[in-house]
């Protein structure tokens, strides 16, 4: 079964501090994706990246910037300067790939609270 | 607005009662799914639609839960005999239909459902 865990519950940062955001997941598919999603106070989920299982490459997108492990099963989110703006809880979500109609619902982890104080 | 839209966003009913959420997703999507969020969690898995077929459901669907969509554009989940366990946020989000899981999701704002 597949599963992802976000063992920061919150997190609470000074505006223009840097913070890492954990996700370690399970899966026993050699294929599968992972996402990061933003849940701002208002309560819509908005998209922030995608990483396929050989895709290993970290990426660097403005202020955001994603470490896959594979080794280690992690793909951890780091916000560099934080803005209050940034303030919301931040979702990981896993993805197999089980056939062309299999599964395609994302598993999610229970979510980080991030509250950047000005 | 192009987005995924859901209606009503907030319901309030006493145990017992039927209600029922729409979700109208992105034109272009093929793929709906509805998940379920308490306070404090993050989604759980409901139900998939590929077109009008449901493909899969999660055992959390009871049998008191419906989810339809019979023209392959919106759908609606139905709750029948509510019950306080049932109050959480339904979430409904779409994907395009270019082949994949890795296709990125599309959130809607939600149907928050408080029951009494």
């Known amino acids: 079964a597949q599963k992802v865990t976000q063992a920061q519950t919150e997190i609470s940062v000074v505006e223009k501090e840097d913070v890492t955001l954990d996700c370690v997941y399970e899966t026993r598919d050699t294929t599968y994706y992972l996402f990061w999603y933003k849940q701002p106070p208002s309560g819509e989920l908005v998209f922030l990246i995608r990483?396929?299982?050989?895709?290993?490459q970290n990426e660097i997108s403005g202020r955001y910037s994603w470490n896959f492990q594979k080794s280690t099963s992690s793909f951890n989110f780091t916000i560099t300067a934080s803005q209050v703006v940034d303030s919301a809880v931040y979702f990981c979500?896993?993805?197999?790939?089980?056939?062309?109609?299999?599964?395609?619902?994302?598993?999610f982890g229970s979510g980080t609270r991030l509250q950047v104080q000005p | 607005d192009t987005g995924v839209s859901q209606d009503p966003r907030h319901k309030i009913t006493k145990r017992g009662q039927n209600v029922t959420f729409r979700c109208d997703p992105i034109s272009e999507h093929n793929r709906l799914y509805w998940y379920r969020q308490t306070l404090g969690q993050g989604p759980e898995f409901l139900t998939y639609?590929?077109?009008?077929?449901?493909?899969?459901k999660s055992r959390l669907l009871s049998d008191r839960f419906s989810a339809e969509r019979p023209k392959g554009s919106f759908s609606t989940l139905e709750i029948q005999r509510t019950e306080q366990g049932d109050s959480a946020m339904y979430l409904c989000?779409?994907?395009?239909?270019?082949?994949?899981?890795?296709?990125?999701?599309?959130f809607g704002p939600g149907t928050r459902l408080t029951v009494l």
């Open positions: 989000a779409s994907s395009p239909s270019r082949a994949g899981p890795g296709n990125e999701q599309f």
């Open positions: 639609f590929q077109n009008e077929a449901q493909l899969e």
């Open positions: 990483r396929n299982s050989f895709d290993e």
């Open positions: 979500a896993l993805s197999e790939v089980r056939g062309d109609t299999g599964r395609r619902a994302l598993t």
